[in-house]
């Protein structure tokens, strides 16, 4: 990435942030509307709206630090998709449960990616080139859970795959960023 680009990415991060929280809020104003309209129909007590409340609150805090200290907009996007990964993991896990019903015990196969990438993250300190490694493992991870469950007797192809195809496209925007990374610091190098 040339330093022109990184300068447009820098100058878009207000905006970026001023978009991201707006849709926090919007999103957790969706459930709240359909309550009021539909009142009884809705069936969120008052612990869901809480829960949804801390979860949207916790995911975009992560996804506004991880924009705020981004050095390109490929890292920026790539720890978006990771944390909105666990995040969808967690709540489809909580509301409905992904095998089974919320209350399945092999659900934990799926709050162990949440849990496993986290970890991985932590390893990786935030470097690039670490984090698409770290991402490529909880791809891996995903799979082997969704084939933990399918031994259990829960077919989750679908959901394994799709998140297991998120966690690659996350890899390969660290590792885009990775390359930006040492390609900036090869321009800059004395002469």
Known sequence: MSNTEAFTFQNKRPLLRTILWGGAVTLFLIPVVAKMIGGEAM????????????????????????????????????????????FLTIWANAAVGIAGDEDNPANAAFYSIV???????????????????AMTACAIAQLGAGVVVAVMGYLTPIFTLFMGGLWLLSASLFREAARNRTANAASQAPG
């Open 115 to 133: 849990l496993f990438a986290a970890l991985a993250a932590a390893v990786a300190r935030g470097r690039p080139g670490a984090m698409a490694k």
């Open 43 to 86: 069936l969120w007590t008052g612990g869901d709206f809480v829960f949804a409340a801390v979860g949207i609150l916790i995911a975009t805090a992560l996804v506004d630090l991880g924009l705020r200290k981004a050095p390109d907009f490929p890292y920026a996007v790539a720890s978006a998709i990771a944390v909105g990964i666990c």
